[in-house]
């Protein structure tokens, strides 16, 4: 099976950089993904990491490093509404049970 | 253009009931995804279509749970004979292309149905 784990909770403050970490157990591995999720909301898509290294998209980064079953998101330049919670999500390459296992999440606060 | 909608928003039946959940993808892609999510945790799979077909349905708890898909377009999630423990928030998200290829790993979630069993 696959297991993820995250912080529950990270709180920073406006204009600072954050970086959630994410750990994985996993019997096969395609990559790993970011999605964040505002209170209420559906999650949407950030980032996908399915080789070694770092992906910069605008203010955000993720990186993967598949040796040690670890990846994280890099949040630059916070801002308010950044305030979300933070999934990261790994896709098995085994069809049965492990398309897409999500971590629990981080709760990111962003304080002003 | 259109992202992935559901209907009903919200859901409050009485234990025993029969729900069902719809779900209209974007309009062309070809992967469907159900999940549920309790509150403070993240989603869980249940259900995954590739077309018309079931590719994955291991995730579904059990027998009371059951989707269809006939078209490759809508699908409908069906939960027979509800419990309590079903109260959630369902999930359904879409995405171009199957998760083994270049197009499937970027999943569109729709705003979600919240169950309640009271």
């Known amino acids: 099976g696959q297991s993820l784990e995250q912080p529950s909770e990270v709180t920073a403050v406006e204009g600072a950089i954050v970086q959630i970490n994410c750990t994985y157990q996993?019997?096969?591995?395609?990559?790993l993904s970011w999605y964040q999720q505002h209170d209420g909301g559906a999650p949407t898509f950030l980032s996908y990491?399915?080789?070694?290294g770092l992906e910069e998209t605008g203010r955000f980064s993720s990186f993967l490093s598949r040796s040690d079953s670890y990846g994280y998101l890099l949040l630059q330049e916070l801002q308010m509404k950044d305030s979300a919670s933070y999934f990261c999500?790994?896709?098995?390459?085994?069809?049965?049970?492990?398309?897409?296992?999500f971590g629990p999440g981080t709760r990111l606060s962003v304080l002003p | 253009g259109a992202g992935v909608s559901q209907t009903p928003s919200n859901k409050v039946t009485e234990k025993g009931k029969y729900v069902e959940l719809r779900c209209d993808p974007i309009?062309?892609?070809?992967?469907l995804y159900w999940y549920r999510q309790s509150l403070g945790q993240g989603p869980e799979f249940l259900i995954y279509?590739?077309?018309?077909?079931?590719?994955?349905d291991s995730g579904l708890p059990n027998d009371r749970f059951f989707a269809v898909r006939p078209e490759g377009s809508v699908s409908t999630l069906k939960i027979q004979r509800t419990e309590r423990g079903d109260s959630a928030v369902y999930l359904c998200?879409?995405?171009?292309?199957?998760?083994?290829?270049?197009?499937?790993?970027?999943?569109?979630f729709g705003p979600g149905t919240r169950l309640t069993v009271l």
């Open positions: 990491n399915a080789l070694d």
């Open positions: 309009s062309g892609h070809t992967a």
């Open positions: 279509f590739q077309g018309t077909g079931a590719a994955d």
């Open positions: 996993t019997s096969g591995f395609y990559g």
């Open positions: 999500a790994v896709r098995g390459t085994d069809n049965y049970g492990q398309n897409f296992v």
């Open positions: 998200a879409s995405s171009l292309g199957a998760p083994g290829g270049p197009l499937g790993y970027e999943q569109f």
